[in-house]
C-alpha cells in the first residue's frame, strides 16, 4: 500500500513538473498578419507555426512558396519576453530577442532583426527593425 502511496506521489510530481515546463506559448497557431518595418508582409498570411518543448516550426499556407523555419525559442513569462534562434533562413543562427502577449486565443509577438535591442512596444515603424506577428490559436 505505502509502495503504490509513494508511486503514485511520484507520478503526480513528475506531472506537476512537466507542466511547469511548458511556455505560455506553446501550442499551433495560426499567423493573420506580419508587419516588418513599418510594412504589411502577406507572405506569411495563413502560415501555421508550432510551439513546443523549446522548439517552434513554421510552415506556410496552401499555395505560398515559404521555405519551412525552425529553431529553438526560450520564454520568460514574468517578463512577457522571449528569444528565437532559427536553424535556418534568413536568420539563421542569430538571437532574435522579442517579447510577446497573449489576449485569449491571439498571440502577438513582437521581435527586434539581429543586433537590435529587445522591443518594448507592439509596434512595427519604418527603419525600426521590429516585426509584429499577430496569430490566432488553431482549433
Do not use: C, N, Q
Not at 41 to 50: H, I, K, L, N, P
Not at 107 to 122: S, V, W, Y
Request: hydrophobic share 35%; net charge positive; aromatic share 6%.
Amino acid at each position: 500500500m505505502r509502495t503504490v502511496l509513494t508511486a503514485g506521489m511520484i507520478l503526480v510530481a513528475s506531472a506537476a513538473g512537466l507542466a511547469a515546463d511548458k511556455s505560455p506559448i506553446d501550442g499551433k497557431w495560426t499567423i493573420e498578419s506580419v508587419t516588418r518595418d513599418g510594412k504589411k508582409d502577406d507572405a506569411f498570411t495563413g502560415a501555421s507555426r508550432v510551439h513546443e518543448g523549446g522548439k517552434y516550426t513554421m510552415k506556410a499556407a496552401e499555395g505560398k512558396t515559404l521555405p519551412t523555419t525552425e529553431g529553438k525559442f526560450t520564454v520568460e513569462a514574468d517578463k512577457k519576453a522571449f528569444d528565437m534562434k532559427p536553424t535556418g533562413g534568413r536568420y539563421k543562427d542569430k538571437t532574435l530577442l522579442g517579447i510577446y502577449k497573449l489576449d485569449g486565443d491571439t498571440l502577438t509577438i513582437a521581435f527586434a532583426e539581429p543586433g537590435k535591442d529587445r522591443p518594448t512596444e507592439f509596434g512595427s515603424k519604418e527603419g525600426s527593425g521590429v516585426v509584429v506577428a499577430v496569430m490566432k490559436k488553431a482549433k
